[in-house]
């Protein structure tokens, strides 16, 4: 084996990845824009990526909350900073957290779901049927996902920003027996609309990212039953590495 | 009229079809018999441009299909209806709206219009009372039969069948045989047909093309193939493991 021609051979597979998945971003920014508009179904792909993960956001939000704060209030009470506990968790759920934590979930739930239902379609011919009665499949399918994404993620973030920092109330006021009025100045002197608004934006991006590469590996799925997993597999994985990979550089754009 | 002229197509380096030459008459029932994985799928999705060839032409009409932007292409297909293999019924709609699918998409008619629609056609194909089914709670040759309820809902002129009675028991297949005629002689359409069942072929064929090595090798009615001479044909209608057709790990 060659090492430089592996080296080769993935590069080429890697851009030519990329491409696709641009391609596909490209009709489908001109699909939303062409009736006829898929109201029915983007609001019924907004009840499945959004209403349906608020069980799973909320046991992620209060939890990471409380041990957020668990977690600070020992470590600064070393230095005597037990007092700064609420904006730390205030600053990292709402620049941090909430986006990143929301769109891993999503990623694991409705991502897998889309590759996965996307893949069985096409591999039983269900998409070529869609073809064959004139309905683009892109516009039928993939719009809808996308559309209730880019929506539904900055909505979610938003809960998990809330919850968290109820969480994080619950255990500095109520295990550590803080005060309750303190615990609210500290949280909302320092948070400043931009921490929240550039989570959201972040949030955004990421509900697109998993929409368009769920799609994206299950409309191209190949090979039966086997090739659907492999979908699956793949649209968790390459969202969730694209949510931290992005989430890093969007940060150091966004709060510079 | 249906003209596939000298179609080329490779998947990677694996050359599925080497210069397809065939000709469906309107208002004729088409029948093309291959092996497994001889490309008659490949071609048959050719022919209502769900791929698009490397090489070659297919004429609808005069009009060639291959070079068609979306919108006229979508054009085009409302003019065909397909049954697919597995019947690729959408599982998230119940049966009639399956159906009526393209009515509602097209908005040729009303919701209650085209559930009308849709029982009728339900009831063209045997089917009674399923229309508020959901997919999954049907048997496999009731599927077939949405399926192709679903591929006639929109009176298309050209049917094209995808192995129609693969996977069905003998009853059901001549069950299925015999709508096909049915439908045939009733709605008046052009049927395309592929299959590697032999009774279904000989039964529901005007006329019978056999594809072998990416190439259309003999076409004619199904009592010249029954008497033909050449050798890969026969041996294919016969099923018989011997002969020039070689199956990779048998020996003849």
């Known amino acids: ?256 | 009229m249906i003209v596939v002229e000298e179609l080329y197509k490779s998947f990677g380096p694996k050359e599925v079809l080497k210069g397809v030459n065939l000709e469906i008459k309107k208002g004729e029932s088409m029948v093309i018999i291959g092996g497994s994985g001889s490309g008659k799928s490949v071609l048959l999705k050719h022919i209502i441009g769900l791929l698009r060839p490397d090489r070659g032409r297919v004429l609808i009409d005069n009009v060639d299909i291959t070079g068609l932007n979306e919108r006229q292409l979508y054009a085009v297909r409302r003019r065909f209806g397909m049954l697919f293999q597995g019947a690729a019924l959408f599982d998230s709609l119940t049966v009639w709206e399956n159906v009526a699918f393209a009515l509602l998409r097209q908005k040729v008619a009303s919701p209650d219009e085209a559930r009308r629609i849709a029982s009728e056609k339900l009831k063209m194909v045997g089917l009674k009372g399923v229309e508020d089914l959901m997919p999954s709670e049907l048997s496999g040759g009731m599927k077939k039969r949405v399926g192709l309820a679903r591929a006639i809902a929109h009176n298309p002129e050209i049917i094209l069948y995808d192995e129609p009675t693969t996977g069905l028991d003998p009853i059901m297949a001549d069950a299925i045989n015999e709508l096909i005629i049915q439908l045939q002689q009733k709605l008046n359409v052009t049927s395309v047909t592929i299959t590697h069942d032999m009774t279904s072929a000989y039964k529901i064929a005007d006329r019978i093309a056999m594809l072998y090595d990416g190439k259309i090798i003999q076409v004619g009615t199904p009592e010249e193939i029954k008497n033909t001479d050449n050798p890969v044909v026969k041996q294919f209608v016969t099923g018989s493991s011997m002969g020039p057709i070689k199956i990779e790990g048998v020996t003849a």
């Not at chain 1, 990471?64 to 007092?83: D, H, P």
């Not at chain 1, 891993?104 to 996307?118: D, F, H, P, S, Y």
């Not at chain 1, 027996?177 to 949280?187: I, L, P, Q």
């Not at chain 1, 590469?213 to 997993?229: D, H, L, N, P, R």
């Open chain 1, 1 to 256: 084996m060659n090492p430089i021609a592996e080296l080769g051979r993935l590069i080429i597979s890697f851009t030519s990845e990329l491409g696709r998945v641009l391609l596909l971003l490209c009709t489908t920014l001109k699909q939303i824009f062409l009736p006829p508009f898929e109201l029915k179904n983007t609001f019924k792909q907004m009840v499945e990526i959004g209403i349906k993960s608020l069980p799973v956001i909320f046991i992620t939000a209060v939890f990471t909350g409380m041990v957020l704060a668990l977690q600070s209030y020992t470590g600064f009470k070393r230095f005597g900073a037990e007092s700064l506990v609420a904006t730390v968790v205030a600053l990292s759920m709402t620049r941090e957290l909430g986006p990143v934590l929301t769109g891993l979930i999503v990623a694991g739930r409705a991502g897998a779901a889309m590759a996965a239902e996307l893949g069985t379609m096409r591999v039983t011919e269900q998409i070529d049927a869609l073809e064959t009665l004139a309905t683009n499949p892109i516009k039928y399918l993939i719009v809808p996902r996308f559309i209730a994404g880019a929506l539904m993620l900055p909505a979610l973030a938003i809960v998990t920003d809330i919850i968290g920092i109820l969480g994080g109330y619950v255990i500095t006021v109520g295990l550590f027996g803080a005060s309750n009025v303190s615990y609210w100045n500290r949280t909302w002197n320092f948070l400043e609309m931009t921490d929240i608004l550039n989570g959201l934006i972040k949030a955004c991006f990421f509900g697109i990212a998993i929409s368009l590469i769920s799609c994206y590996k299950g409309f191209y799925t190949q090979g039966g039953a086997e090739g659907v997993g492999k979908a699956t597999t793949g649209a968790v994985v390459l969202s969730s590495m694209t949510i931290l990979i992005s989430d890093y550089f969007l940060s150091a754009w966004l709060f510079k």
